[in-house]
């Protein structure tokens, strides 16, 4: 900005410049699905986590696949339904449709998809991922939270964002789903280590202290 205002271009004329990059820049919006009972208990057990996770995958989509997005989290109270009122996906691609299907919507969710074609308890679509949120059965001070929800929600999170990110540069589903799931594959099966990263977003041992875990992106051709 200062280089602006030494060319001579105003203060208004660069909030409006700035404004516009806002408006096309992509969006990754993560929301972090709740019955309405319980939301408060998790957004004082996990909220810390997934704000920190939101920011580390806005650093390692930019990393891993030179995508600027602009990432935003919320938490979403529903209030489960009857037999065809239920919260599932059909209700989440609903919500994804209502709040602009232009933008990337992904879900953290409570339950696990009836249906997918994915090897995770997850979903991916044009612009929509979901995950489902694993959560340890009791907190307490000497457990490691930070690594649970890393091995359980991280790992799997950035297998369906890698979907996305690679559809978005127009490749068939071979290239983009796929090649993901032969990547995953390696690491449930075969033993093929997964990325882990420290909070300082450096690359780290699985015997080190690390807060976030991906697949192995150094494998993905695209």
Partial sequence: M???????????????????YLMVQDKLFF??????????????EDWDY???LTRFFKWWIKHEFHEDFAVEADILPVIPGKLFDRVNLAYL????????SSIFHFYLTYFKPM????????YHGE???LTTWFRPKVFSSNFKV?????????????????????????????VYFDQ?????????????????????????SKNSEYRYVTIDTSKLEY
Avoid at 31 to 44: C, D, N, T
Avoid at 93 to 100: A, F, M, N, S
Avoid at 146 to 173: G, M, P, T
């Fill in 2 to 20: 200062n280089f602006l205002y030494c060319i001579g271009i105003d203060e208004s004329k660069i909030l409006l410049m700035y404004a516009v």
């Fill in 31 to 44: 929301i972090y699905v709740s019955k309405e009972e319980e939301w408060k208990k998790r957004y004082e």
């Fill in 50 to 52: 997934v704000s920190s």
């Fill in 93 to 100: 691609l609903r919500d994804h449709k209502e709040r602009g």
């Fill in 115 to 122: 249906w997918t074609d994915c090897h995770l308890e997850g």
């Fill in 127 to 129: 612009n929509f991922g």
């Fill in 146 to 174: 930070e690594r649970y929800f890393a091995d359980n929600n991280c790992s799997k999170i950035s297998h369906v964002l890698s979907h996305e990110l690679i559809r978005r540069k127009q490749k068939k589903r071979k």
């Fill in 180 to 204: 993901v799931h032969k990547i995953w594959d390696s690491h449930v099966n075969d033993n093929v280590p997964f990325y882990y990263y420290n909070k300082q977003l450096n690359r780290v």
